[in-house]
């Protein structure tokens, strides 16, 4: 089955403990992309990546590290969590080109007590 | 810069009524335009999408149409079932970017009652 599988589906923190989000997609897709979802803001990027050893940043790229060393795989960083990170992450997939949509993975809901 | 904008929910309604949810953006050159939806407990699915002007995305009984005039990509559905009730957002690729970039509403939570 086609999916972009992330993990954990919750996590309980505390400031500062460096945590690690993984995402692994298994559609062969060039592009992935790390997204925020809060109340009444909807979606913000975090940052993307367009394919192997290329990422950039999104909107709300601070606090926040990525890597790219294989295709399918895109992890999320948090070097040093702080409580303004709980949030709802969701990482999302999709073939180069402006007509492809998004596959997104389940999402992580992170709390950073 | 570039932005989505959707009407407020929550909007509730009877099952068998009509849906109409206002999608209007703001973005320079020619943005594809998206449509996601996602229940409850889980991540976002692609319900529809358009890709230039006056295309009309369709999927499940859903619509939506590409009004570059209007600047609108309002979704509508002929008669919702509560199975429908889901948050709905709609959102933009960035053209600027290189399409790299997804730019989403809000969100508009929809509650259908039997």
């Known amino acids: 089955e086609a999916q972009v599988t992330q993990n954990p589906r919750y996590l309980i923190t505390v400031t500062g403990k460096k945590l690690t989000v993984t995402c692994s997609q298994n559609m062969n897709h060039e592009y992935m992309s790390w997204y925020r979802q809060d109340p009444g803001l909807g979606l913000r990027q975090i940052y993307y990546?367009?394919?192997?050893?290329?990422?950039d940043k999104g909107d709300v790229p601070e606090g926040y590290k990525v890597s790219r060393k294989e295709k399918r795989n895109f992890p999320l960083i948090l070097e040093s969590p702080s409580p303004n990170q709980t949030s709802l992450y969701f990482c999302a997939s999709r073939v180069q080109g402006k007509a492809y949509g998004y596959t997104f993975g389940s999402g992580t809901r992170l709390t950073v007590v | 810069g570039n932005s989505v904008t959707q009407m407020e929910g929550p909007v509730t309604l009877s099952e068998e009524a009509f849906l109409t949810i206002n999608c209007t953006y703001t973005?320079?050159?020619?943005?594809?335009l998206f449509w996601y939806v996602q229940y409850p407990g889980e991540g976002l699915q692609l319900l529809l999408k358009?890709?230039?002007?006056?295309d009309k995305g369709s999927n499940k009984g859903f619509e939506a149409t590409y009004r570059k005039e209007t600047t609108s990509f309002h979704l509508e559905k002929g008669s919702v079932q509560v199975s429908d009730s889901a948050v709905y957002f709609c959102?933009?690729?960035?053209?600027?970017?290189?399409?790299?970039?997804?730019?989403f509403g809000a969100g508009t939570r929809l509650a259908v009652h039997p």
């Open positions: 990546s367009m394919n192997v050893e290329v990422t």
């Open positions: 358009a890709t230039k002007a006056d």
């Open positions: 959102a933009l690729s960035d053209p600027t970017g290189g399409y790299n970039k997804l730019i």
């Open positions: 973005a320079t050159g020619y943005p594809s």
